[in-house]
């Protein structure tokens, strides 16, 4: 009730808000009625169908070179678009920028791309890659959360944001050599309701796919709580 009463609230104020500040594209800066306008998604490099399965990464369809030799636990991975750009623009000003504005649009971004992953029917739950708690007081959200939330929205698929937890604090790995990236993450995240996750095909999701090691782990979490397939889903893939 109060959820709903503070909600509603959000949105006068932000209809106020629209009246005293006319929204324009945060990447361009074109006035308008989006945040993020048509002529700069039109300009998204969208990866489409043929990408390596196991990472994601544009290709012809098949496993890419660099998978051949490496192991995740995730089953499938998949991403919107390519990490540059307008799309690398609109991250940086949604995740660091504090623009939650541009959720709506890149969600839909992630909801218009997601015929691509291959998942249509094969998934039972979304989950969002969580934040730890520090980083949720700093940053005040989880893009991954707000992401998820439009793209749920958008697909009817059950978003759960208490399954997984990251119970352990670590570096931004944005600042981190590849090979340091995955022992930052090693069992940083936990699962707390086993019994919803346990025989589920699960839609892990994130802003950006960089070296996987983030989405390795939460999977591998997801994995050992019973998942029974667990598939990556970024908004977009680092090249
Ligand atoms: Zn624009
Ligand atoms: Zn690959």
């Not at 839609?203 to 390795?216: A, E, I, K, N, Y």
């Amino acid at each position: 009730m109060i959820k709903q009463a503070l909600g509603s609230a959000r949105d006068v104020w932000s209809g106020v808000l629209d009246l005293i500040y006319p929204p324009c594209c945060l990447v361009c800066g074109k006035a308008g009625d989006e945040y993020l306008c048509a002529d700069c998604l039109e300009k998204v490099d969208t990866i489409g169908p043929r990408h390596c399965s196991k990472c994601g990464m544009p290709d012809d369809g098949m496993v890419c070179r660099d998978c051949r030799e490496r192991e995740y636990a995730f089953d499938s991975a998949c991403s919107a678009g390519t990490f540059d750009g307008v799309l690398q623009t609109a991250i940086h000003k949604f995740k660091y920028r504090n623009h939650i504005v541009l959720a709506d649009p890149l969600g839909d971004l992630l909801y218009r791309c997601f015929a691509d992953a291959h998942l249509t029917g094969k998934v039972d739950v979304v989950i969002p890659v969580p934040i730890h708690k520090s980083r949720m007081v700093e940053r005040g959200f989880n893009q991954a959360i707000e992401l998820a939330k439009r793209f749920c929205k958008r697909t009817s698929l059950p978003l759960n944001t208490g399954i997984l937890i990251k119970h352990r604090n670590t570096p931004h790995q944005v600042n981190l050599r590849q090979e340091i990236r995955l022992t930052n993450v090693r069992d940083a995240f936990t699962v707390v309701n086993v019994e919803n996750v346990s025989g589920k095909r699960v839609l892990l999701v994130d802003d950006v796919f960089t070296t996987g090691s983030t989405l390795h782990e939460a999977a591998k979490a997801l994995k050992a709580a019973g998942a029974s397939q667990v598939h990556a889903y970024t908004l977009a893939r680092s090249l």
